[in-house]
């Protein structure tokens, strides 16, 4: 008993003692490494003979993977299928996520529904509806309605103006139905008066546009610094219009048919140019000698000259403005102050039956177009802008002030008081313009 409990104590110690004497390492673990090797052996040769008799008798389910091909093209048009409807049950989930979040975009506190987001409610925080007559009736900014349009006829798809009104404080003092869909009679954009709708309007931007024809046109309004030029944009690609192809930015002066209405001048252009300059130029002293009496007695004692310029095509024009200004009672301070330069024969005369001074030199304005322009930026109307340059250059250099203006303008009443007024704002400015809106030229 006491050898054997010797033993079995000095194997668990890694190490045997029997009467003193030492036995082998690999003698202590001789019955594990057996065991092992029986296992390894046994799992061995039932690996072999179980793969002998898989290939040797397939079983019912590896018979049934051998599929044709039809089958095949069957099983992956399910499997496209099922595919598919989880594609499709995905983004039904997430359209119906993003509808929830805007839904509570466009709720208030209150529980009434936004008639715009809030994502944009420094763009368009409400909204209301101005007759276009009414509108243009109210605030005179140039624009008036085409002449088969009066006041008392409609302009389909037209009628009206959309006002938008971009922060709390711009709104009326009643806004029911311009910020909510839901707190007036109906859900519509209120109709409003010019006067009413655009009260607490500290800052109103007019902008007119127009689909031509019902044209695929889109109007973006963005967020941004102020600007007050329109950006046009067009699926253009330099000769046709192509919607296949990303919208850019075009020039003005490119049409929805891609026509180019303001290309840059050829080289022919540009020398007829230069020779005009060039005569401007070596006239300029005798021409200038001509001019001296007549500025100094249109200028008169508050040193003002007022400056047309006018062909045979715009005589019409001419002849209109001085009924009007006859009719208002301020023809007699037209006749006085004005100095028309005619650009041909035939204004010359014109304006001297008007009994109205008038300058006109064949060398500087022989190749001046004696009809009207036929439409804006046609060759007609870029030598009639030049001979206007030249004109407010030549009397401003002999150092009087000039008020030019076109010829088919008309006087409402005598404007040079107000700009002689020394208590007007505008009196210590140099330059005034009154911005027809177009900078393409």
Known sequence: YLESYYTMVSIRNGSSYRGGSRSPLWLAYLPQIVMLFLVATTCFYFGIFLGMRMNAAPSEQSRSTTLSVDEVEAEVLRRLKLQQKEVTSIAVDNIKEKEIKNKDNKKKDDGHDRRFPKTISKIAYGSALISKNDFIQQFDYGIPKPPSKREHETDPGKDDVLLLYGSKKSLPDVSTGIVHTNDGPTPDIPHLTATYATKNCAVMNVIYTDTHGGEDQCMAIVGNYESYHIQRWLRFDGTTVDKSIPLHAVGRGVQSNGQDKFEAPSDSY???????????????????????????????????????????????LLINFFCSADVRGFGDVVRKKLLIFATDEGVLEIAKGLGVNVFYDEKIFEKMPEEEAKRYGDRAFTQMMYAKIVTVQLINRMGYDVLFQDVDLVWYKNPLPFFHDKENPSHNFDILFQDDGARSL
Request: glycine content about 4%; aromatic content about 4%; overall charge negative.
């Open 270 to 316: 540009a020398l007829q140019n230069q020779a005009l300059l060039k005569t401007y130029f070596d006239r300029l002293e005798e021409t200038m000698a001509i001019l001296k009496p007549m500025a100094e007695s249109c200028a008169g004692d508050d040193n003002t000259v007022i400056v047309m310029v006018c062909n045979t095509g715009q005589s019409d």
